[in-house]
């Protein structure tokens, strides 16, 4: 309904217009949390999918979900399932998509296009 919050961190939040304590959440950060806190994140995952219905058989979890009034997002995103499908790699081989980025072909093969963008604000 609103977007998303920055739940727990509330002083950074307040630095942009719009953004307030809320009880959005969003499935794919708890697989994001997995490497750092298994259990939590899949009993996090098991309730947000049985207690308000959040994941969509053949599709994967939906976007997000207000905890407080119960709405669930109408979405299923592309960019939250490969985020997911990210986080299950790392769980079950760490490393595994850190490590193309440490060799040095890739490094030296994305430079030169990194060097012609311009990231300024």
């Given at each position: 309904?609103?977007?998303?919050?920055?739940?727990?961190?509330?002083?950074?939040?307040?630095?942009?217009d719009?953004?307030?304590?809320?009880?959005?959440?969003?499935?794919?950060?708890?697989?994001?949390?997995?490497?750092?806190?298994?259990?939590?994140?899949?009993?996090?995952l098991?309730?947000?999918?049985?207690?308000?219905?959040?994941?969509?058989?053949?599709?994967?979890?939906?976007?997000?979900?207000d905890?407080?009034?119960?709405?669930?997002?109408?979405?299923?995103?592309?960019?939250?399932?490969?985020?997911?499908?990210?986080a299950?790699?790392?769980?079950?081989?760490?490393?595994?998509?850190?490590?193309?980025?440490?060799?040095?072909?890739?490094?030296?093969?994305?430079?030169?296009?990194?060097?012609?963008?311009?990231?300024?604000?």
């Amino acid at each position: 309904a609103g977007g998303y919050a920055t739940y727990g961190v509330d002083a950074l939040g307040m630095a942009v217009d719009g953004y307030t304590s809320g009880g959005v959440v969003t499935p794919h950060a708890s697989f994001l949390a997995m490497p750092f806190a298994r259990d939590e994140a899949v009993t996090n995952l098991r309730r947000i999918a049985q207690d308000f219905g959040a994941y969509e058989d053949g599709l994967g979890f939906r976007d997000s979900v207000d905890v407080n009034t119960g709405r669930v997002s109408d979405h299923v995103l592309a960019l939250d399932q490969g985020m997911i499908a990210a986080a299950l790699a790392q769980v079950l081989k760490p490393g595994l998509l850190q490590r193309p980025f440490r060799s040095g072909g890739f490094a030296r093969r994305v430079r030169p296009l990194l060097a012609k963008e311009n990231f300024a604000i």
